[in-house]
């Protein structure tokens, strides 16, 4: 078994096998998802087996699906998924072919439309071939089949020296059963169903006659589940559709909406916001933000966290699925193999074979050093955005838990630091986990336990919020006592962190006491916290804003002179949206929100460049004129905390802050998006109020107001 000490693939590895594993032109994968299910293909809606295909709890239970035409694969006009991304939608036209007949059929005379959807475990499928000809044709349509059942991590590239037994497929007149029984005792299967029977059908391939007179179309649905369906027909399909349509709908109400003068802008914002509500999956404890697609379709502690802090103003709600979900999966017991200890908060949860029978540890995996002081930061905001002491008071005993983690982790040095406890576990464990993610200035590879400067600051701010709740609960002596813990880390990083010959944070402080004196972008999350003093933090800003880390897309993880950059590194260089955005929450904190608009400008400007999606990273090298940013070859698309950060940086430009406790509306120096003239929030929560709020240039200022219905309900206070 391959170790696996990243989330993803070495990008070395993944990059020598580009050319063998990359789909045909025009590269772009599609994902959808619903529910603990989704599916990748290329744009013509094929599913090739590389990273591929269509999963269920973790399991590739479709590794091929692939459509011919008259035995050749077709011409690609056009692919695109819906808005609320329920459906894919892939136009396609025929190469020169022959009819069944024997007649030649001319490229371009028949149109083949494939509608794709998830609903409830099953794929859908719709499959339109619309004759333009003058002749009646009968067309050889072929979908060629598989399922290799393989976990995850396997997809990813682990081996296993076992696997459990594959069954040899089973058909029917009008359907077929792929099927394996894993080495943990559950079966696994996949049905694939057609509307109606194939010409010819085995283990891997139908075969349909289908013929199309001139100016007509015929349909072919077809249907991918865990067991056989009833025949696919149209009534099932639009009925799936209409559910899942109405599934996403009412997903995508929760919380307030925004809306600006700019549509391509506004394009955009619809677009992170329809991707923040495909990864929202209804688990019994609430809405939670699912990582990404393909690699972490599942329940990330780090990452749902951060996504529900940037959608915290416009949506508490999702920070109160993930506080209540990672409260129920605290950790109660020491395991070094799950790399858990009491008190601690979730890294990651996992349903497939590999982790059932613990041949990797991310079943349900601890190996995050900063997710536990994430997870109290976030109760703390959380309490002060909706003033909801009841929620709080129910998750009192977890939180204090976990301050408890996290202040005896701190004990030994001052500092909470991490270093794996099993070989099996992560070998970097913040949220740069890649194996070279952390060194010295001359690459030397620190020694654990290893203290990230970052995580020092969540605790910070973990401390902090907790002796806030504890002196709202009338907990006065605990209260003081977390106020004193915050003000020991707040002196000691001031300490020992920081470089006056490079007037900037270390990366990390390694076991042997040493700073890694690297510039990287995991200073500016000190400043997301607010741990720096101003004239620190004004040093550190003025070299994350110089063309050291800001390639003009966004702010590069590692300063171009370090010895390690690379920018089309996963961690060491390249540019990923979520970290820009924090880094600008605190450039805001600091004064800097001029320099926050810019940000959000470049961020934008990628995005657009990414037909409207920000991926879980992109490569950073330096702008250009009339360049596009260039993509990561294996990045995740759609990313939560990526989708989430268009609204991190929104809120970081309009200066904005809702006091759940006093019912308020704070805005201080308020700024909007380059070539945004207005922007109004709609169905704001204030308390038990729901306001609708605009921004508006006026001259060279921003003037904000609520609407008139709302005027004197709730007090807005703006600072300029």
């Not at 200035?441 to 919020?465: N, T």
């Not at 990414?610 to 070859?633: D, Q, T, V, W």
């Not at 006093?662 to 120096?669: A, I, N, Q, S």
Request: aromatic residues 10%; hydrophobic residues 40%.
């Amino acid at each position: 078994m391959m170790e696996l000490d990243e989330r993803k693939l070495d990008p070395a590895v993944a990059l020598s096998s580009l050319d063998e594993t990359a789909p045909r032109e025009p590269h772009r994968l599609f994902a959808l998802k619903q529910g603990d299910c989704f599916a990748v293909a290329d744009a013509y809606g094929d599913i090739r087996g590389s990273g591929d295909g269509f999963f269920r709890d973790d399991t590739r239970v479709l590794s091929e699906f692939r459509l011919t035409i008259g035995g050749r694969q077709m011409s690609l006009l056009g692919a695109s998924l819906s808005q609320d991304n329920v459906l894919f939608t892939s136009n396609l036209t025929n190469l020169p072919i022959q009819s069944a007949a024997g007649r030649d059929i001319p490229q371009g005379a028949i149109h083949i439309e494939r509608v794709r959807l998830l609903w409830q475990d099953r794929l859908f499928e719709r499959i339109t071939l619309s004759n333009y000809s003058r002749e009646h044709s009968t067309i050889t349509a072929s979908l060629h089949f598989a399922a290799d059942f393989r976990d995850m991590f396997e997809v990813r590239g682990s081996t296993r020296a076992k696997r459990g037994t594959t069954h040899v497929a089973k058909t029917e007149k009008e359907s077929v059963m792929l099927g394996y029984d894993g080495l943990d005792g559950l079966p696994r299967l996949s049905a694939i169903s057609f509307s109606q029977a194939p010409d010819k059908l085995s283990d891997n391939r139908a075969d349909f006659l289908i013929a199309v007179t001139k100016r007509s179309s015929k349909v072919l649905y077809v249907e991918v589940g865990p067991e056989a369906s009833e025949a696919p027909n149209r009534d099932r399909f639009r009925a799936a559709a209409a559910r899942a349509r109405f599934g996403m709908r009412a997903k995508r109400r929760h919380g307030a909406t925004v809306h600006s003068s700019g549509r391509v802008f506004n394009d955009w914002v619809e677009r992170a916001r329809a991707d923040v509500a495909l990864l929202t999956t209804e688990l019994p404890t609430g809405p939670y933000p699912y990582a990404g697609i393909p690699w972490f379709s599942t329940a990330f502690g780090r990452d749902g966290v951060i996504s529900s802090l940037q959608m915290l103003w416009l949506n508490p709600g999702l920070a109160r699925g993930v506080l209540a979900f990672l409260a129920e999966h605290q950790a109660t017991e020491t395991s070094p193999f799950w790399d858990s200890q009491p008190g601690k908060i979730m890294h990651e949860t996992r349903k497939g074979e590999m982790a059932a029978l613990r041949e990797l540890p991310f079943g349900r995996y601890y190996g995050g050093v900063d997710t536990t002081p994430l997870y109290i930061h976030l109760a703390s905001a959380y309490a002060d955005r909706t003033g909801d002491m009841a929620f709080i008071d129910k998750l009192w005993p977890s939180l204090k838990a976990a301050a408890e983690w996290t202040e005896e982790a701190s004990r030994a040095t001052g500092f909470v630091t991490y270093q794996r406890a099993a070989e099996s576990g992560l070998a970097n464990q913040g949220w740069k986990d890649s194996f070279d993610s952390v060194f010295h200035a001359d690459g030397r590879i620190p020694k654990g336990p290893i203290a990230l400067v970052e995580v020092q600051g969540y605790v910070f701010a973990a401390f902090r919020g907790m002796a806030a709740l504890a002196r709202r609960r009338g907990e006065f002596a605990d209260a003081e006592h977390w106020e004193g813990r915050a003000e020991e880390m707040r002196v000691a990083v001031e300490r020992d962190f920081w470089l006056d010959d490079m007037n900037f944070y270390a990366l990390a402080i390694d076991g042997e006491g040493q700073p890694c004196e690297v510039r990287t972008s995991n200073a500016g999350h000190l400043l997301f916290v607010g741990l720096p003093q101003p004239e620190r933090a004004r040093l550190v800003a003025d070299q994350l804003l110089s063309a050291s880390f800001h390639s003009g897309w966004g702010l590069r993880t590692l300063a171009d002179d370090a010895v390690f950059f690379n920018p089309m590194s996963y961690h060491n260089g390249s540019i990923w949206p979520h970290d820009t955005a924090l880094c600008g929450v605190g450039l805001a904190r600091y004064g800097e929100r001029d320099s926050v608009v810019r940000l959000m400008s470049g961020t934008f400007e990628s995005a657009v460049h990414f037909n409207m999606r920000l991926p879980e990273l992109f490569c950073g090298f330096a702008r250009a004129p009339g360049e596009a940013p260039i993509a990561y070859p294996v990045a995740c698309l759609p990313q939560a905390w990526s989708a989430g950060s268009t609204f991190m940086l929104m809120q970081a430009c309009l200066g904005l802050e809702i006091d759940g406790w006093e019912g308020e509306l704070h805005v201080t120096r308020p700024r909007l998006p380059i070539g945004i003239d207005t922007l109004t929030i709609r169905h704001l929560t204030v308390g038990d109020k729901a306001i609708d709020l605009t921004f508006q240039r006026v001259g060279d200022r921003v003037a904000a107001f609520l609407s008139d219905r709302h005027e004197g309900q709730v007090p807005l206070i703006v600072r300029t």
